[in-house]
Nanobody, 124 residues
């Protein structure tokens, strides 16, 4: 059974930091692009960041560029999202997802496997 499990979410004050992790089990995603997407209450799920299987391509949403950093450790089948300078508008459920082996997706419909999500709440 393929599983993606997120961890590291929580409550933090504006300006603070959190590090999200996503561990895959059941199969390896070493050759797949991986991504972080989020969904705030009442809003559609949106792209946050993605990473190619080599780590050489890392597109970011403009709203998080310069504050968030995505990385992966293929040996551990794990992906990370370091979030700094958090803002109240970053409050959302954050999902990790696995996508294509051929390109790095920046849209939600380009991802095939999804985790259950982890809540991030940023207080003002």
């Amino acid at each position: 059974q393929v599983q993606l499990v997120e961890s590291g979410g929580g409550l933090v004050q504006a300006g603070g930091s959190l590090r999200l992790s996503c561990e895959a089990s059941g199969r390896t995603f070493r050759r797949n692009a991986m991504g972080w997407l989020r969904q705030a209450p009442g809003k559609e799920r949106e792209f946050v960041a993605a990473i190619s299987w080599t780590g050489g391509s890392t597109p970011y949403a403009s709203s998080v560029k310069g504050r968030f950093t995505i990385s992966r450790d293929n040996a551990k089948n794990t992906m990370y999202l370091q979030m700094n300078s958090l803002k109240p508008e970053d409050t959302a459920v954050y999902y990790c997802a696995a996508g294509s082996e051929l390109w790095v997706g920046v849209r939600t419909n380009e991802y095939n496997y999804w985790g259950q999500g982890t809540q991030v709440t940023v207080s003002s």
